[in-house]
C-alpha cells in the first residue's frame, strides 16, 4: 500500500521560499514518477512540477518556471519542491503525486496522493 506523506507548507512572506517534501512508502518508489499539484480555494487542480523515474526528464508549469525545483532522492524515497520568490497567487494546497508509468501533466493519469500541504504567501 502506497503512501505519500507531504510537510513544509505554512505561511511566508512574498519574496520568501519554501522546501515542501513529500515522503513515500510501501512501493517500489525509484520505478515511479513523481508530480506536485496544487489548488487554490474555488479552483481546478493544475499542475505544478514532474520528475521521471531517472529524474533525467522534469517539466514546471510556466507559472513557476524559473522559480520552482523538483528534486528527488530515492535512498530516502523523498521528492522535494524547492519554492523560491513566492507570489500570493501561489497560495494552495500543495499536493504530491506518484504514478508508475511515464511522466505526464494530467491528474487524472496519477495512482497515489498525498493529503496536501498549505502554502500561505502574504503579500
Known amino acids: 500500500q502506497v503512501q505519500l506523506v507531504e510537510s513544509g507548507g505554512q505561511l511566508v512572506q512574498a519574496g520568501g521560499s519554501l522546501r515542501l517534501s513529500c515522503a513515500a512508502s510501501g512501493g517500489t518508489f525509484p520505478w515511479y514518477t513523481m508530480a506536485w499539484f496544487r489548488q487554490a480555494p474555488g479552483k481546478a487542480r493544475e499542475f505544478v512540477a514532474f520528475i521521471s523515474r531517472s529524474g533525467g526528464n522534469i517539466d514546471y508549469a510556466d507559472s513557476v518556471k524559473g522559480r520552482f525545483t523538483i528534486s528527488r532522492d530515492s535512498a530516502k524515497n523523498t521528492v522535494y519542491l524547492q519554492m523560491n520568490s513566492l507570489k500570493p497567487e501561489d497560495t494552495a494546497v500543495y499536493y504530491c503525486?506518484?504514478?508508475?508509468?511515464?511522466?505526464?501533466?494530467?491528474?487524472?493519469?496519477?495512482?497515489?496522493w498525498g493529503q496536501g500541504t498549505q502554502v500561505t504567501v502574504s503579500s
Open positions: 503525486a506518484m504514478r508508475f508509468g511515464g511522466s505526464t501533466y494530467e491528474s487524472a493519469n496519477y495512482d497515489y
